[in-house]
């Protein structure tokens, strides 16, 4: 059955981008500043973490089910046969640096699904995996690289420094972010200075921010929580006051009992002035473009986070949108400048943690039981 959408998805062309003749300039611009974060944190850790989600909350394995019913629309790259795949998600928040959870920052989860077949990206040919990497927000926080770089030296100047002035910074803009959202609006860059309201992330709904090829068209895409039990967690609080790892235990009591379903997601850009490519500042309208179901992650119960996880998927794997096949190039400024940025920054861990990282080719790569 066709896919009812009016008016139709845009069809993905190369001119759909937009490449800024400097933008060379500002990808080594924003690898100098993320090498800083990484520097600063491994000189007082003693060990090399991400210089954005460097704090793992969760680390999990599941699958990826894709139906068997899609519409044509529906079935592209990953998603153009039903299957089930072995799959990776590792939950954060987004800083460089470990804070305590009280500084209550922005949230990510990254996905690796094991076992795709196709044409693949440039720099992942061989590899049989997808990621797909998303925040729980519907923008980026800056529309450009460019904007984006400048903006990340001030994290940059922060890191690792006064954590007693960012927990009290954050509660103050948790409590201005209330007033904001309770006239109906959102501001992603209180949100990113610690301003995220104290609930549990797995009730929330995280997003690509900036869209990727989807075979024929071109989309965003969304994980959202499915189950009862997930569903029951959004907006729910959780107070980490007092408890530094918070978050992860939380998540550590919930999958010791329990697992959770979740729907992965996608918005196809229908109109290419409300829905920009380059500009990942803004919000694409639901509107206009519903988010669509594709498949289902299903995650069983297990152990979230103990040593073995964090040395097979903290220290030994990376995550990044261009892990994965052409069919779901990414697109637009922000995520140009993340293919040479995330393959920079997880060279730097691999050597100061002296580990080898390859794409998993089964879920018993891994090693966990």
């Known amino acids: 059955m066709p896919l009812s959408l009016v008016p139709p998805p845009i069809r993905f062309d190369e001119s759909l981008e937009h490449v800024e003749a400097d933008e060379a300039e500002t990808a080594e611009q924003l690898i100098e500043t993320l090498t800083r974060i990484n520097q600063t944190t491994l000189e007082h850790e003693k060990h090399a973490h991400r210089s954005v ?67 693949r990206l440039p720099g992942s040919d061989g590899d049989r995996t997808q990621d797909f990497v998303l925040v729980n927000g519907p923008v980026f926080p800056a529309p450009s690289a460019k904007r984006f770089s400048a903006s990340l030296k001030l994290v940059a100047a922060t890191t690792d420094r006064a954590e007693g002035a960012k927990k009290a910074l954050s509660a103050v803009l948790r409590g201005t972010e209330r007033v904001i959202e309770a006239f109906g609006g959102k501001s992603a860059t209180l949100l990113s200075l610690g301003g995220q309201p104290e609930t549990h992330p797995l009730g929330d709904t995280y997003y690509s921010q900036a869209p990727i090829r989807f075979g024929d068209y071109v989309v965003k895409v969304s994980v959202a929580p499915h189950s009862p039990n997930l569903t029951a967690l959004t907006d729910a609080e959780l107070n980490v006051n007092g408890k530094p790892n918070g978050l992860r235990e939380a998540m550590v009591n919930h999958f010791a009992e329990q697992g959770g379903e979740w729907d992965l997601r996608v918005q196809f850009c229908t109109d290419l002035d409300t829905m920009p490519i380059e500009d990942a500042s803004v919000r694409w309208p639901e509107e206009k473009s519903p988010y669509i179901d594709v498949a289902r992650i299903v995650v069983p119960p297990q152990p979230a986070w103990n040593a073995a996880r964090r040395a097979a998927i903290d220290d030994g794997m990376a995550f990044s949108p261009w892990h994965g096949l052409a069919a779901h190039r990414p697109l637009g400024s922000v995520m140009r400048a993340r293919r040479v940025a995330y393959k920079v920054m997880a060279k730097f861990r691999a050597h100061h943690n002296n580990v080898t990282m390859r794409e998993p080719r089964s879920i018993d790569d891994l090693g966990l039981r």
């Open 53 to 119: 989600h460097a704090k793992s909350h969760a680390l999990l394995t599941g699958e990826l089910i894709v139906p068997d019913d899609l519409p044509r629309e529906l079935a592209q790259g990953l998603f153009a046969r039903p299957g089930t795949y072995p799959l990776v998600m590792r939950l954060s928040t987004v800083p460089g640096d470990l804070l305590d959870d009280s500084v209550s920052t922005p949230r990510g989860m990254a996905l690796k699904i094991i076992g795709v077949e196709g044409e």
